[in-house]
C-alpha cells in the first residue's frame, strides 16, 4: 500500500515544481489557437481595408470612447474604496485613487493583474499603513469582486438578450436562459448568506462573506465598471444590428476569457470572441479597426496618463504642498512599475512597427535625404531594441541600474531610429516620455544588479514569445498577398516593404531564441566562500549596536555573510542544494536594508540558486514582494514588554507559584559575565551532555546555537545551581541598545527539579528587566496562528491543521501554551521564497540547513 500512497505525492511535488513552465506552455498554447483562429476569421481582410477602417472613424466616436474609459476607471477606483471598507479601514482618498488607477492602468495592460497589480498595492498601501494582510484581503476581494461582477453582469445581460445570444453561439435560448438563471440564482443565495456579514465554514476554511450593503455597493461598482468598458468599444465601432445590451453580454464574456487565458491583456482571446460574434453583422475589416483603436484608449492612454503624472510631480516638486507631498511619497514606490509596463508597451510598438509597412509618403521623402542602407539598417535594430526593451522592463521594474541603463540608450537609439526608417512621430513622442520618465527616476534605480545575470522566468519568456509569435502572425496577415520566394531575403528598394518585415521577424526570431536558452541554461550551483574572522568581528559589531538580539546567532560563525556597502548591514545565511537561505532580516541601518534584499536575491540567481528568507518580519514583505519573492506564514514570535513584566496580582500567578516552589527545591539563580563562562564551561558541558543524551539528540546549526566553548563564552550565561552544583543553564542574547533580549542555548540535566524551565525564565526576564532591556524574545511558535480565512493560502490551511493535530511529531500547541503563560504580544514571523518554488522543498533544504544535513535529521 505505500507505493500506492507515495505515488499521489511524488505526483503533486513534480507538478508544484514545474507548475510555472506548464502555466507558461498553456498560456503559449491558447494563444497558439486564439491566433490561429483570428488568422482563419480574417482570411478575407487585407491590411489596407483596416487602415481604412481606422481613418474612418468619427473623432466623435473617439471622444466619447475617452470618456468611457474614464468612467470605468473611475469605478475601478471604487473596487479599492470598497474593499477597504470591507476591511474596517480608512485611507485618505487621494492616494487610495492613485494607487487603484496604476494598478489596473498596469493589469490591464500586464496581464496577471492580481499579481502585477497587487505589487503596486502592496508598495503603496504598506506605505500608508496597512498590514500584509490587510493588502492581502485586499487583493483578494478586488479579484473576486470583479470575478464574481463579471459573472453577474454577463448573466443578467444574457437573460434579457438570450435569442441573440443564443443564435451567435448557435445554441438554443433556452439553455441560455437556463445558464444564466443558475448562475443569478447562486450568486442571490451567497448574498443572502452574507446578509449580515456572516462567516461560513467549509471543512477548516472560515470566510466572512461581505454584508448586503458592501454587496450591493460592488455590484453597482462592477456593473458601472463592465458597461463604461464595454461602451469604450461600441462607440468604436460602425453601427451594427446588435443592441447595446447584447453587446454587453458578448463583451463580458470575451473579458472573463480573456482573464482566464492568462494571456497577457487577454491579447488575441478578447479579440477572437469579438470578432466571431460580430463577424456576421459588422465587416471584419472595421472590427479589427475598431479593436486596435480600443487597445490604445482603454489600455494605452490609461498608462500613458499615469505616467505623465508621475513626470509631472517630479518637476513640479511641490514637496510644500500636503498633496502633492502624499503624491510625491507615493509615485516613489509607483514609478518602477509604471515606467516597466511603459517599457513593455514600447517595445512591443518597436517590434509591431517593424512587420508593418511604412506610408508611402514617408519614404520617399527620406528616399531624398538618406540612403537605403541606413533605412534599412535601422528598421531591423528597431526590431530588436524593441525586443530587447521589453525583456529590460523585467529589471526596470526591479530598480535594477544596468535595465535603467539598457532602457535609456535603447529609447534613445529606438528614438532617433524612428525618424530615419519613417517619420513616426506618434512612435517618437512616446518614446519621449519614456526617456523622460526614465531619466527623472534615475534615483531610483540604484540597485547594483547584472540585469544579463538574471534568469528569465517562465512567465516572461512566455511573455516575450507571445509578442514574437503576434509580430508573425501581423507579418502574415499585411502581407498575405505577397507571394513567398527565396528572393525576398535579398531585396533591397525603398519600395519593398515585405521584404524588410522577413529580415525583421527573423532578426527578433533569432535574437529571442537566444535570450531563451541563455535563461534556461541555468548556471551550476555555485557556494560562495566561507566568511573570514575578520567579516565576523565586523558582523559582531554591527549586531551588538542594533536592536536585534537573535542577530547574535552571527556569532556561531557557520553562516556565510553579505555585507551592504558601506558596511553598516549585513545578511547571513547558509547555503542547502539550490536554496540561499538568509536567516532573518538584514542585520544593521535599516536604510539598507533594500538594497541589500536585492543584491541577495540576484546573486542567488546569477550563481544558480535560488533565495529564501527565513522567519522574517512583516516589516520586510514590502521588500521582498519588490524582489518578485512571495511569502508564506511560519509562526508567529512572542514577545514579552518587561516594563510592564510583573508576578504581582492573579495574571501570572501560576509562574509566581513556579517561583516558590523552585525556592523550596533549592534552586538558586544566577549571571556568569562572559569574562568568567570559561571559569565554569566544563560544569555547563556536563549538563550539556546530558540533555542531549536524555532526549537522544545532535546539535542543531543556523537557526539554533551549538554548545562551542567560544560560541558559549562569548555571551552572559545564565545558570541555576542546586546545592552549589549547576544543574540548568541558558545563553543570553543582548546589544548594546539593550532594546531586546532572548536565549539562545538552554540545557538542563535530567535530575533538575520539576518546574525548572518556568523559573529559569521568570529569573532571565527580571534580571534583563531590572537591568534597562525594554522586551524579552522567547522565540517563535511554529505554525502558530496560520490562517483560515477567505485569503489563507492552502499553505496556511496545511499549516493550522498540522498544529492542530501534529502533536504526535512536534509539541506546536504545548510550546504555543507555555510561551502564553507569560502573556506576550504575538508577531507573525514570514517564509519568502522565490515565485513558482514550492514552500515545501524550501523547508526541506531550510531543515537539512539547521540539522547538519541529510544524516543530521535522519539522526536527530
Not at 32 to 46: D, G, M, P, R
Not at 136 to 160: E, H, P, W
Not at 163 to 184: C, E, F, H, M, T
Not at 301 to 323: M, S
Request: hydrophobic fraction near 50%.
Amino acid at each position: 500500500m505505500e507505493p500506492t500512497d507515495r505515488q499521489p505525492s511524488r505526483f503533486r511535488d513534480l507538478l508544484e515544481t514545474y507548475r510555472p513552465y506548464l502555466i507558461a506552455f498553456a498560456v503559449l498554447a491558447v494563444f497558439a489557437f486564439t491566433t490561429f483562429a483570428i488568422y482563419n476569421l480574417t482570411t478575407e481582410v487585407s491590411y489596407d481595408d483596416v487602415v481604412e477602417a481606422l481613418g474612418n472613424t468619427r473623432w466623435s466616436s473617439i471622444g466619447l470612447a475617452v470618456f468611457f474609459t474614464a468612467l470605468s476607471f473611475a469605478a475601478l477606483v471604487g473596487y479599492d474604496l470598497n474593499a477597504i471598507t470591507y476591511i474596517g479601514r480608512s485611507l485618505p482618498l487621494v492616494p487610495v485613487a492613485m494607487t487603484a488607477f496604476s494598478a489596473y492602468a498596469v493589469g490591464n495592460t500586464a496581464g496577471f493583474g492580481a499579481l502585477s497589480g497587487g505589487a503596486i498595492r502592496f508598495r503603496a498601501y504598506s506605505r500608508l499603513g496597512l498590514s500584509p494582510d490587510d493588502i492581502a484581503r485586499i487583493i483578494a476581494f478586488v479579484t473576486l469582486a470583479f470575478g464574481i461582477g463579471l459573472l453577474a453582469v454577463t448573466a443578467l445581460a444574457s437573460l434579457v438578450t438570450a435569442p441573440r445570444i443564443g443564435a451567435v453561439l448557435n445554441i438554443d435560448s433556452s439553455w441560455v436562459r437556463i445558464g444564466a438563471i443558475l448562475i443569478i440564482v447562486v450568486l442571490s443565495v451567497v448574498v443572502m448568506l452574507g446578509r449580515d456579514g456572516r462567516t461560513i465554514s467549509i471543512g477548516s476554511l472560515n470566510i466572512r462573506l461581505p454584508d448586503t450593503r458592501t454587496s450591493s455597493q460592488q455590484f453597482l461598482i462592477t456593473a458601472l465598471d463592465i458597461a463604461a468598458s464595454a461602451s469604450v468599444l461600441y462607440v468604436l465601432l460602425p453601427q451594427t444590428g446588435i443592441g447595446w445590451p447584447s453587446f454587453l453580454a458578448i463583451y463580458a464574456t470575451a473579458v472573463g476569457l480573456g482573464v482566464l487565458s492568462h494571456v497577457p491583456a487577454g491579447l488575441g482571446v478578447f479579440e477572437t470572441v469579438i470578432i466571431a460574434a460580430l463577424g456576421n453583422t459588422v465587416s471584419i475589416d472595421q472590427v479589427l479597426g475598431s479593436l486596435v483603436l480600443y487597445r490604445v484608449i482603454y489600455h494605452v492612454l490609461p498608462l500613458l496618463i499615469a505616467t505623465l503624472v508621475v513626470i509631472g510631480v517630479e518637476i513640479r516638486q511641490l514637496a510644500h504642498h500636503p498633496v502633492a507631498s502624499t503624491l510625491r511619497k507615493l509615485e516613489f514606490r509607483l514609478a518602477p512599475p509604471l515606467l516597466a509596463t511603459f517599457a513593455m508597451i514600447a517595445g512591443a510598438m518597436l517590434i509591431f512597427s517593424s512587420v508593418t509597412p511604412t506610408p508611402d509618403s514617408d519614404l520617399d521623402f527620406l528616399s531624398g535625404f538618406l540612403p537605403l542602407p541606413l533605412v534599412e539598417g535601422a528598421h531591423f535594430l528597431s526590431s530588436i531594441l524593441g525586443l530587447i526593451l521589453f525583456v529590460a522592463a523585467r529589471g526596470i521594474g526591479q530598480r535594477l541600474d544596468g535595465a535603467w541603463w539598457t532602457g535609456m540608450i535603447c529609447t534613445a537609439l529606438a528614438l532617433v531610429f524612428a525618424f530615419v526608417r519613417a517619420v513616426a512621430l506618434f512612435e517618437a513622442a512616446f518614446l519621449i516620455i519614456l526617456l523622460a520618465g526614465l531619466f527623472l527616476s534615475a534615483k531610483q534605480f540604484k540597485r547594483r544588479a547584472s540585469l544579463f545575470g538574471q534568469v528569465l522566468t517562465p512567465t516572461w519568456l512566455a511573455a516575450m514569445f507571445i509578442i514574437v509569435a503576434a509580430a508573425v502572425t501581423v507579418l502574415l496577415f499585411v502581407y498575405r498577398e505577397v507571394d513567398y520566394s527565396h528572393e525576398l531575403w535579398w531585396q533591397f528598394e525603398f519600395s519593398e516593404e515585405a521584404p524588410r518585415g522577413l529580415r525583421a521577424t527573423l532578426g527578433l526570431a533569432i535574437f529571442a531564441a537566444t535570450i531563451s536558452f541563455f535563461s534556461l541554461l541555468r548556471p551550476a550551483a555555485w557556494r560562495a566562500p566561507p566568511s573570514t574572522v575578520d567579516d565576523l568581528e565586523r558582523a559582531i559589531q554591527v549586531a551588538m549596536a542594533q536592536d536585534n538580539a537573535d542577530a547574535n546567532l552571527v556569532r556561531m560563525g557557520d553562516k556565510r555573510l553579505m555585507f551592504s556597502e558601506s558596511g553598516k548591514a549585513f545578511i547571513m545565511y547558509g547555503i542547502q542544494g539550490r536554496s540561499w537561505i538568509a536567516l532573518f532580516d538584514p542585520v544593521g541601518a535599516l536604510e539598507e536594508t533594500a538594497d541589500l534584499v536585492w543584491r541577495f536575491v540576484e546573486e542567488a540567481r546569477a550563481r544558480g540558486g535560488r533565495a529564501v528568507f527565513y522567519q522574517i518580519s512583516p516589516g520586510l514583505l514590502s521588500h521582498c514582494v519588490d524582489a518578485g519573492l512571495r511569502a508564506f506564514k511560519l509562526g508567529e514570535l512572542a514577545i514579552v514588554d518587561l516594563a510592564r513584566f510583573d508576578l504581582k496580582g492573579g495574571r501570572l500567578a501560576g509562574l509566581r507559584q513556579a517561583i516558590n516552589k523552585g525556592a523550596r527545591e533549592g534552586l538558586e539563580f544566577s549571571v556568569i559575565d562572559p569574562p568568567q563562562v570559561m571559569a565554569s564551561i566544563e560544569d555547563l558541558r556536563c549538563v550539556s551532555d546530558a540533555w542531549l543524551a536524555e532526549h537522544n539528540t545532535r546539535e542543531k546549526t543556523f537557526s539554533l546555537g551549538a554548545f562551542r566553548e567560544d560560541y558559549v563564552a562569548s555571551q552572559p550565561v545564565a545558570v541555576l545551581r542546586k546545592e552549589n552544583r549547576i544543574v540548568a543553564f541558558a545563553t543570553l542574547s543582548v546589544t548594546d541598545t539593550k532594546q531586546e533580549g532572548t536565549v539562545d542555548l538552554m540545557r538542563f540535566s535530567p535530575d533538575a527539579p520539576k518546574g525548572s524551565m518556568d523559573f529559569l525564565f521568570v529569573k532571565i526576564m527580571e534580571y534583563l528587566r531590572d537591568a534597562g532591556y525594554a522586551h524579552f524574545n522567547l522565540g517563535m511558535a511554529p505554525l502558530s496562528g496560520m490562517s483560515t480565512r477567505e485569503a489563507a493560502l492552502a499553505w496556511d490551511r496545511i499549516g493550522s491543521v498540522v498544529f492542530e493535530h501534529g502533536e504526535r511529531f512536534y509539541n506546536f500547541k504545548g510550546l504555543k501554551a507555555f510561551k502564553s503563560k507569560f502573556h506576550p504580544t504575538w508577531e507573525p514571523r514570514y517564509l519568502a521564497v522565490a515565485g513558482g518554488v514550492s514552500p515545501a522543498i524550501v523547508m526541506m533544504d531550510a531543515t537539512l540547513l539547521i540539522g547538519g544535513g541529510l544524516r543530521g535529521v535522519v539522526g536527530k
